[in-house]
């Protein structure tokens, strides 16, 4: 993988950006200048007038007002608010799953992905006092399941939950974080660690010194090695990855099976 990077784009460059539908370069990145940010040092005129205070045509400090506290309810088709995604998150993990299911980490508990406020029922889209409902989605990794329950926020009830194997969303936080430890840990993020000492000078070793994002990996037929052949019905993850505020680092290759914790490498044909 190292041998990627140097070869398309070397080590670091001047100036590059991510492009699209999975290409993954190495590129600086160039931060913001502190000038003017610290004028203490300035010259004596600008202490003078420090000194001096504020003349008789000065404009008196702003104020700062708080923002408006967030609605606790939400009313329509509104965002959900803060407050709504938290009961949600809290009504669907109740019951069963919340014992039997299984984390991206192996930890009791299926693996939140995230919560949309759901479309209206037939015929509710018009009625102003329609309820409210919202979908959230976790994946099981103990069955390899998406699991879909939509809860009324009204009455504070799951109306029904639906399952689906062999269906794969964009991977949460937590899972293209735990992607990473993985890759990390395997001789295959060999050239990963390599390319992060090279350009800090400090070894990798945790995910959070690393940028990171990622999509889910789908096998199609003969186009990848064997091991991956499960990926879409098991949780597979490409990586795109950067060192913080500092190149990217070329990943695309590699594919980490999240259920079976392997990684494995793309034919590059």
Same mark, same amino acid.
């Given at each position: 993988?190292?041998?990627?990077?140097?070869?398309?784009?070397?080590?670091?460059?001047?100036?590059?950006?991510?492009?699209?539908?999975?290409?993954?370069?190495?590129?600086?990145?160039?931060?913001?200048?502190?000038?003017?940010?610290?004028?203490?040092?300035?010259?004596?005129?600008?202490?003078?007038?420090?000194? @001096?205070?504020?003349?008789?045509? &000065?404009? =008196?400090? +702003?104020?700062?007002? !708080?923002?408006?506290? $967030?609605?606790?309810? /939400? #009313?329509?088709?509104?965002?959900?608010?803060?407050?709504?995604?938290?009961?949600?998150?809290?009504?669907?993990?109740?019951?069963?799953?919340?014992?039997?299911?299984?984390?991206?980490?192996?930890?009791?508990?299926?693996?939140?992905?995230?919560?949309?406020?759901?479309?209206?029922?037939?015929?509710?889209?018009?009625?102003?006092?329609?309820?409210?409902?919202?979908?959230?989605?976790?994946?099981?990794?103990?069955?390899?399941?998406?699991?879909?329950?939509?809860?009324?926020?009204?009455?504070?009830?799951?109306?029904?939950?639906?399952?689906?194997?062999?269906?794969?969303?964009?991977?949460?936080?937590?899972?293209?974080?735990? @992607?990473?430890?993985?890759?990390? &840990?395997? =001789?295959? +993020?060999?050239?990963? !660690?390599?390319?992060? $000492?090279?350009?800090? /000078? #400090?070894?990798?070793?945790?995910?959070?010194?690393?940028?990171?994002?990622?999509?889910?990996?789908?096998?199609?037929?003969?186009?990848?090695?064997?091991?991956?052949?499960?990926?879409?019905?098991?949780?597979?993850?490409?990586?795109?990855?950067?060192?913080?505020?500092?190149?990217?680092?070329?990943?695309?290759?590699?594919?980490?099976?999240?259920?079976?914790?392997?990684?494995?490498?793309?034919?590059?044909?």
């Amino acid at each position: 993988m190292r041998e990627t990077v140097h070869r398309h784009l070397g080590k670091v460059l001047t100036a590059a950006a991510l492009a699209a539908a999975g290409t993954a370069a190495m590129a600086a990145v160039t931060l913001p200048g502190t000038a003017g940010a610290d004028d203490s040092t300035g010259g004596g005129g600008t202490r003078a007038a420090r000194q @001096a205070g504020p003349g008789p045509d &000065a404009v =008196p400090p +702003g104020v700062v007002e !708080r923002p408006p506290a $967030e609605h606790r309810e /939400g #009313t329509g088709r509104d965002p959900l608010t803060d407050d709504e995604i938290r009961r949600v998150g809290e009504i669907a993990a109740a019951g069963r799953l919340s014992a039997t299911g299984r984390d991206v980490a192996g930890e009791r508990g299926p693996q939140r992905l995230g919560v949309d406020l759901a479309e209206p029922e037939a015929g509710q889209a018009d009625d102003p006092d329609a309820p409210r409902r919202a979908d959230m989605t976790f994946y099981d990794y103990e069955t390899d399941t998406l699991v879909t329950k939509v809860v009324d926020l009204r009455s504070g009830k799951v109306e029904r939950t639906g399952t689906q194997r062999g269906v794969q969303p964009p991977p949460s936080r937590a899972e293209t974080a735990e @992607a990473a430890r993985i890759l990390i &840990a395997d =001789p295959l +993020g060999a050239g990963l !660690r390599a390319d992060y $000492e090279d350009a800090t /000078g #400090t070894k990798l070793t945790a995910p959070d010194q690393l940028t990171l994002s990622g999509g889910s990996y789908l096998a199609a037929p003969g186009a990848q090695p064997a091991v991956l052949d499960a990926c879409g019905v098991h949780r597979c993850v490409r990586l795109f990855s950067k060192v913080r505020n500092g190149p990217w680092i070329d990943t695309r290759d590699l594919v980490i099976d999240l259920s079976a914790r392997e990684v494995a490498a793309l034919d590059r044909g």
